[in-house]
């Protein structure tokens, strides 16, 4: 087998080619000519297989929990000299040499931008403030498979030393497989969905150590190797001149970096000039590095470093560059790699073959334990232990792009390769299949506790949270329509959400704790000045706790209910999706912001609000919101949802500055409201003497004759609440489930958000808690 493997690569050595290749063909005018002898044709077709392949895997596969790497890797295998490629008149036709020499130089460049964004993504400031988990984490998960894999290699000497293997072939698959990548790690915890979680926070503060850990020793052995090589002067020199470079990114480019920042206005778009340049520099780094003997990648990463993470400038070139380097020309890069490897050039009864395995899963192994007993020691449970350790030893794209370089250079061989390609498939769908089994971030959120307003103090600990200004406003009306006293007090925590763009890693900021905040976190400056004057004015009765949170908008609602379970609040007020202009029409539907909503219904650890504003509407001619006093009505129709809202609508009417009427819906037809009617007597009882309180009751027979009363109600007050009501089911909602538009507001709440209603009348839906166990 070996014998044809080396006469099949021969003569693809000895094929003729011509260079430059054609471009493109004259179609219909070419007299027949076939289209595969131009490259562009080629490698059109060439590009659209592989997605097509990709895809065909991809669509079954991702059910099994498998990643998309995955799947690139296999379109490779069956495509490439393994299976398909071992055919000559495909390989000519399809994949012909000097086509993949222009694919590959073009999917190359996709990885070198793939690089230089992930070096603006990285927020290197975290190196500043990491904490000892992740430093013991990061150390010890680079260290203990370098130690492991070397003495594995050293009582294995005479297996890898044969077969004309390069004497340091063994040493730099150690040093590969040691490493653990930063880029690798983001894409990780991104596709699980922990980004944002306590665990994804651990685990890419310890990748960064471990990642900028790993660049020094390989940037290291690359100048030994050329002092091996050539001479200790030549590598002397390579090693200035790379600190040279290091220091002039650090001290010019930062610098110039920063000086583009501050030159664009807030909100405004950064300028092509700049980015064109950047793009520039980035090439010419690259050149650079090449030209020290290093790879010609690590130019790029480190120039992405001295780019300011975030926006303005960080998150538009993540915006322009990342869709066309990450989505299109790094998935060609991933197959183009496991194209050319050939599974049958590994031997399995060869004794190299048995020691590369034996020092793969040594290494690997000494990997996971390095960070499983450590975290075991931390008295941190087994399940997210185990969860991290596989998360440090994951393997990616970066992982396999290194594979490639080695094997370019000689300094692995074929099977090498080839074994390490399959390590790194098997490595990323194992890895991303336990840790889905092992740590779920939703089961912290079931408590063993009654957090509703039901069941709480005098004291109303409350989290409200905010997407830009016009929530802060309507916010700050609720706030003050509450009417905190000195013996019902509230305690707001404020958490502004921002969305993660520019950065890998999202940040969370408690403003009481950490006073110098990173750059995003001056779009949070007026919403804690807001909040911080509405403090001042109401001194004693109101404390403010202000919180940032810089995450993808579909991980939001961890951040919001982890925070939630943390500052043991009550309930969660969140925004609705919608916002209306001034004459009544819709203005904006974020349609991202509702699934958030529903998202953190599903989660909260703690009742929650959803606040639908139309405070900005102009005031209607009806009598109730002609009166200076703040109108609020509580629907009421049973069930623990529409009990938590009556909790509320109480707090608000204590004071006695605002006027509450609480209407209830009572069925003709339903028997079953002895104990809502108990509820509505006690409270109705014990508020007899209370002139800022009324009660309206309607009897009615049906869900006709309910739409009909809500809408005839909107224009009397300012403020309607009413409970959610899920699974709740009355005769006086049946059959209005199936035209509701927006289920998570329930049926009465979809009516009052409804567009048809030309209404300034705000209005607040509540769900009381329902992970308490």
């Known amino acids: 087998m070996s014998n044809s493997n080396e006469s099949i690569s021969t003569q693809k050595v000895l094929q003729c080619v011509t260079f430059p290749p054609r471009g493109f063909s004259l179609g219909c ?168 979680s306590e665990l994804g926070r651990l685990a890419l503060s310890s990748a960064l150590i471990s990642d900028l850990f790993g660049l020094t020793i390989t940037a290291t052995g690359v100048l030994v190797v050329i002092g091996a090589r050539n001479t200790v002067e030549r590598a002397i020199e390579d090693a200035v001149l790379l600190i040279v470079f290091i220091i002039v990114v650090i001290c010019v480019i930062r610098p110039l970096m920063i000086w583009v920042v501050k030159r664009t206005p807030e909100g405004r778009p950064v300028k092509d000039l700049y980015i064109l340049l950047i793009v520039l520099a980035v090439l010419l780094s690259g050149i650079f590095s090449d030209w020290l003997e290093q790879t010609v990648l690590i130019g790029p990463l480190i ?161 409200v949270c905010i997407h830009n200004q016009d929530n802060t406003a309507a916010i700050l009306r609720l706030l003050e329509k509450s009417n905190p006293t000195r013996d019902f007090p509230i305690v707001a925590n404020v958490l502004h959400l921002i969305e993660l763009r520019g950065r890998a890693s999202s940040v969370f900021i408690s403003h009481q704790v950490q006073t110098k905040a990173i750059s995003d976190v001056s779009y949070s400056e007026n919403v804690i000045l807001a909040f911080q004057g509405y403090e001042r004015n109401n001194y004693g009765v109101v404390t403010i706790q202000a919180f940032t949170a810089i995450s993808p908008r579909n991980l939001m609602h961890e951040d919001i209910c982890t925070l939630a379970l943390d500052v043991l609040a009550s309930i969660i007020i969140l925004p609705f999706h919608r916002k209306w202009a001034v004459d009544g029409s819709v203005e904006v539907e974020d349609h991202i912001l509702r699934s958030l909503n529903s998202s953190v219904l599903e989660r909260a650890p703690c009742s929650v609000g959803i606040l639908v504003d139309r405070g900005q509407l102009r005031r209607s001619n009806s009598v109730r919101s002609s009166e200076n006093v703040y109108s609020v009505a509580i629907l009421f129709l049973g069930g623990n949802d529409d009990e938590e809202a009556l909790t509320f609508a109480k707090r608000m009417a204590i004071s006695g500055t605002i006027s509450l009427t609480v209407i209830w819906l009572i069925s003709k037809q339903d028997t079953d409201q002895v104990i809502d009617l108990d509820i509505i007597g006690d409270w109705k009882h014990s508020r007899s003497g209370w002139e800022n309180v009324q009660y309206i009751e309607h009897h009615l027979n049906e869900a006709t004759e309910t739409a009909l009363l809500v809408r005839s109600l909107v224009d009397d007050y300012d403020l309607i609440i009413t409970g959610r009501r899920n699974n709740t089911h009355s005769p006086l909602t049946a059959g209005l489930e199936e035209w509701s538009e927006i289920p998570e507001l329930g049926v009465i709440g979809d009516m009052l958000a409804s567009k048809d209603l030309k209404t300034r009348a705000s209005v607040l839906v509540i769900q009381q808690q329902q992970t308490a166990l």
């Open 29 to 196: 005018f070419g007299k027949g000519a076939t289209p595969w002898i131009y490259s562009v044709p080629t490698i059109e077709s060439q590009i659209l297989i592989m997605y097509v392949v990709t895809q065909l895997f991809h669509i079954p596969l991702k059910r099994l929990g498998f990643p998309k790497l995955a799947s690139e890797i296999f379109a490779g295998l069956i495509l490439g000299s393994t299976l398909l490629g071992r055919y000559k008149r495909y390989q000519e036709t399809l994949f012909p040499l000097p086509s993949q020499s222009i694919l590959g130089a073009l999917s190359t460049f996709g990885y070198l931008l793939f690089l230089f964004l992930s070096g603006v993504k990285m927020d290197t400031s975290m190196t500043r403030k990491i904490g000892r988990r992740a430093l013991v984490i990061g150390v010890l998960n680079h260290i203990v498979p370098l130690v492991t894999g070397m003495i594995t290699i050293f009582a294995l000497s005479s297996s890898f030393f044969q077969e004309g293997v390069s004497p340091l072939s063994p040493h730099i698959e150690v040093i590969t497989i040691a490493r653990t990548s930063f880029p690798v790690i983001s894409f990780l915890l991104k596709d699980l969905g922990l980004l944002n």
């Open 303 to 463: 120039f992405g470093l001295a780019v300011p993470e975030g926006p303005p400038l960080g998150s538009t070139l993540v915006d322009k560059l990342d869709p066309f380097a990450s989505g299109f020309l790094l998935p060609i890069f991933v197959s183009l790699m496991s194209l050319r490897t050939n599974i049958f050039a590994i031997n399995p009864s060869s004794s190299y073959t048995f020691a590369n395995i034996v020092l793969i899963c040594v290494a690997s192994i000494s990997k996971i334990l390095a960070c499983l007993l450590p975290m075991l020691y931390c008295k941190m449970p087994f399940n997210d232990a185990a969860a991290i350790s596989l998360i440090m030893s994951t393997r990616g794209v970066v992982d396999l792009a290194t594979y490639s370089f080695l094997r370019d250079t000689k300094i692995i061989n074929q099977a090498s390769f080839a074994f390490m390609v399959l390590a790194t498939v098997f490595t990323a769908i194992f890895v991303q299949i336990m840790v889905r089994w092992l740590y779920d971030p939703s089961r912290k959120y079931a408590g063993y506790q009654r957090r509703n307003l039901m069941n709480s103090n005098n004291k109303l600990p409350i989290l």
